[in-house]
């Protein structure tokens, strides 16, 4: 089993493309690690089963400002954004494609420096963050955000590392 898998059962159920399209990023081998093991963490701990697709594209801020502006309406640069391609309601099937993550360069390494953080870590956390939105998952409640987080911290957990929200 390579050392980057949770689990023999089958993890990760999707097909995973990575796009560095802009921003400074570790090497795309070294993403490609932090991804595989954050989406088979994320994976294991809502026991989703099936199979699907899954884009992820490393990008910068004025990429993802664009976007943000674009989609929700918020004329600023963010950290992390999801694009479902198919609704998914929790507990479903998977659709053939999940959609896609968008991270942004800047504002992720300086959120890990503000909070004292690892960047691998912080870009493990935001992958796994951004897929619970695809898989269903949100946090515009109270309810709904203990939901999310507690399944984000389990996922870390896995991966030994320290709970973000603590």
Not at 2 to 30: H, L, M, N
Request: no cysteine.
């Amino acid at each position: 089993m390579p050392e980057d898998k949770i689990s023999g059962d089958g993890y990760p159920p999707v097909d995973i493309d990575i796009s560095v399209e802009a921003g400074d990023w570790p090497d795309e081998a070294s993403l490609t690690r932090l991804v595989d093991r954050a989406v088979d963490a994320a994976f294991a701990e809502t026991g989703v089963t099936g199979r699907s697709e899954l884009s992820i594209v490393f990008s910068d801020d004025a990429h993802i400002r664009t976007l943000n502006a674009g989609w929700r309406g918020k004329d600023k640069p963010t950290n992390v954004l999801s694009f479902p391609a198919f609704s998914f309601p929790k507990g479903g099937p998977l659709p053939p494609m999940l959609g896609d993550i968008v991270l942004a360069a800047e504002t992720v390494s300086r959120e890990a420096v503000l909070e004292d953080k690892p960047v691998q870590n912080h870009i493990t956390h935001l992958v796994i963050h951004g897929l619970l939105h695809l898989l269903g998952h949100d946090h515009e409640t109270d309810a709904e955000a203990e939901e999310m987080e507690a399944i984000e911290r389990a996922a870390l957990a896995r991966l030994a590392i320290p709970d973000p929200y603590a």
